[in-house]
């Protein structure tokens, strides 16, 4: 089992940009996928990026996918998402996921996910 824990949500302007972090503990971090998510108010939660458990392959939404830039340091138990160019629409509530899927692979659907943070909101005005 892992915990996950995300931090480095706040309130931005428009234009700006955020540094997410989703720190893990538990189970060996290297053995898990990691995913984020948002969801805004009254909207469904959807994929925003993945890295799969090597750091080598990352997937994104195509609408972040210009602006975005996911990482991981596996020494830190650590993923990064950076969001450069952030827009009012970008306003949600960011969880990062672990998914313990046995190969080097990313998931964009919420379901192939095992555990979940709590998430950090993110608020970006105009």
């Known amino acids: 089992q892992v915990q996950l824990v995300e931090s480095g949500g706040g309130l931005v302007q428009a234009g700006g940009s955020l540094r997410l972090s989703c720190a893990a503990s538990?189970?060996?971090?290297?053995?898990?996928?990691i995913g984020w998510f948002r969801q805004a108010p009254g909207k469904e939660r959807e994929f925003v990026t993945a890295i799969s458990r090597s750091g080598i392959n990352t997937y994104y939404a195509d609408s972040v996918k210009d602006r975005s830039t996911i990482s991981r340091d596996n020494t830190k138990n650590t993923v990064y998402l950076r969001m450069n160019g952030l827009e009012p629409e970008n306003t949600a509530v960011y969880y990062c996921?672990?998914?313990?899927?046995?190969?080097?692979?990313?998931?964009?659907?919420?379901?192939?996910?095992?555990?979940w943070g709590q998430g950090t909101q993110v608020t970006v005005c105009s």
């Open positions: 538990g189970r060996a971090f290297s053995n898990y996928a």
């Open positions: 996921a672990a998914d313990d899927y046995d190969g080097d692979y990313g998931s964009a659907f919420l379901d192939a996910y095992d555990y």
